[in-house]
């Protein structure tokens, strides 16, 4: 999926995001409890799919893990 996406096809990035926008929605929905903050999370998400996906930089398996100092450091 990640190496079609990344081939540059416009057709397949539509159905992709077709297909995904209204999970991405809903689960931050649950998430925000907000649907203004929903939404814009949603077009954030699909928008950086987009541009990472038209310069061929989308990857998978990518966990982001946010760490913050513990008090104890």
Same mark, same amino acid.
């Not at 995001?17 to 077009?43: M, N, Q």
């Given at each position: 999926?990640?190496?079609?996406?990344? %081939?540059?096809? @416009?057709?397949?990035? $539509?159905?992709?995001? @077709?297909?995904?926008? =209204?999970?991405?929605?809903?689960?931050?929905?649950?998430?925000? @409890? %907000?649907?203004? #903050?929903?939404?814009?999370? &949603? =077009? =954030?998400?699909?928008?950086?799919?987009?541009?990472?996906?038209? $310069?061929? @930089?989308?990857?998978?398996?990518?966990?982001?893990?946010? &760490?913050?100092?513990?008090?104890? #450091?």
């Amino acid at each position: 999926m990640i190496a079609l996406l990344n %081939s540059g096809n @416009k057709a397949e990035l $539509r159905a992709f995001l @077709k297909l995904y926008t =209204r999970p991405v929605y809903e689960r931050a929905l649950a998430i925000t @409890k %907000s649907e203004e #903050d929903a939404i814009r999370v &949603t =077009r =954030r998400v699909t928008s950086e799919v987009s541009v990472l996906a038209l $310069r061929g @930089k989308l990857e998978e398996d990518i966990c982001l893990l946010y &760490t913050s100092p513990s008090p104890r #450091d």
